[in-house]
């Protein structure tokens, strides 16, 4: 028998009486608002925003196919992380598990909050253990994290160890899919009515184009969205990052234009990269970036930063060795990359003659 939900809540949160306005505790309309020490003067942000982001997640609802009540809006993605891991983690008792390499803030957070933590690290291919990764489970173990598509390495997880885990694991399920746009395996999303455990994690900062907004979302049951929305920081999403969102999604072709030439720039570089003597290795890549191997990564990475080209070094990771990440730019950047990396191959093989 699993826990309920209920029981995986740190009992702080469950005892917590959250921060609560005027504004979100009236429920009628009314035009004259002396209850926030605002400046009354209207200009476009002179009043709080809306606490709960109702428009905004009307939107993302009805695109994801979800009830708005399912959907958890937050500062960034990173921003829910950390709200997560406050919500189920009791400092220096319990702890997370999460895949190892990936995303860096499950870790950083979980030293944040003094959390312990349990790094599962991947086997061939980038593929999860499921019996490491599910081996020796307590009390203690609140939350797993998985990537997919994973950062760095670009795969995706099997939808097979996704259901394993989700049925295996006494605890809190957490999937970031930051990338799900540029992949062909379907978001587990529609998962989340079967698993009341699943909590799946999704950003505009990637595929949407909005890094600079600062929205990240979850998709989860509305048990859990209560627990987040006892923790959150009562006006988290900003007005103009709210309005600016809703309007980008509103103007979904655009966004599909560009993930569709993302798409088809990481396949000219697939091809392209696969054929250049400086590379080693070209991961397999389900989102808008590769794990490149070449002979030695801190040269090549100071030659293309020399051609004022920034890539990102994962060379210290565990299975990532001489490994650099490269996000797939737009078509005339890609080009400088390619043309920079044919040059160091010349370079290279004429200096060893
Ligand atoms: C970039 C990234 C995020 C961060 O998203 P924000 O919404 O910008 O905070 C989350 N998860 C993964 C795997 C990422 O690569």
């Known amino acids: 028998m699993k826990r309920t939900i209920e029981s995986l809540i740190r009992p702080s949160v469950i005892r917590l009486k959250p921060f609560s306005s005027a504004r979100s505790e009236y429920e009628g309309s009314a035009d004259v608002f002396l209850d926030a020490n605002e400046n009354p003067f209207e200009s476009s942000y002179n009043r709080y925003p809306d606490p709960y982001q109702k428009e905004l997640k009307n939107i993302i609802a009805q695109q994801k196919n979800v009830d708005p009540s399912q959907v958890f809006l937050g500062n960034g993605s990173d921003e829910i992380i950390d709200i997560i891991v406050r919500c189920f983690c009791e400092p220096r008792r319990d ?94 999303i529609r998962l989340i009515d079967d698993y009341p455990n699943l909590i799946v994690l999704q950003t505009m900062s990637k595929a949407i184009g909005a890094a600079g907004l600062r929205i990240g979302m979850a998709f989860t049951s509305k048990l859990i969205i209560s627990y987040l929305n006892k923790i959150k920081p009562p006006y988290n999403i900003g007005a103009v990052s709210q309005s600016l969102a809703i309007k980008l999604l509103q103007n979904g072709e655009k966004i599909e234009e560009e993930i569709m030439l993302i798409k088809s720039e990481r396949q000219r570089l697939w091809e392209t990269l696969k054929n250049i003597s400086a590379v080693k290795y070209v991961f397999p890549s389900e989102a808008n970036f590769f794990l490149v191997r070449f002979q030695n990564a801190k040269n090549m990475l100071k030659y293309l930063q020399d051609k004022s080209i920034v890539v990102r070094d994962r060379s210290k990771l565990p299975g990532c060795e001489e490994c ?30």
């Open 95 to 188: 702890r997370i598990r999460y895949m190892y390499p990936s995303f860096g803030m499950y870790e950083v957070v979980a030293d944040i909050n003094d959390v312990r933590k349990l790094p599962l690290d991947l086997v061939e291919n980038f593929e999860l253990d499921l019996t490491k990764s599910l081996e020796d489970q307590s009390e203690a173990d609140k939350i797993i994290f998985l990537c997919s598509p994973n950062n760095p390495t670009g795969n995706v997880l099997k939808l097979e160890h996704l259901l394993f885990i989700l049925d295996h694991f006494d605890g809190i399920v957490v999937i970031d899919e930051a990338y799900a746009d540029f992949s062909s395996q379907e978001s587990v």
């Open 324 to 353: 650099l990440r490269i996000t797939i730019g737009k078509p005339e950047e890609n080009d400088r990359l390619l043309h920079a990396l044919m040059n160091y191959s010349y370079a290279e093989s004429t200096f060893h003659r």
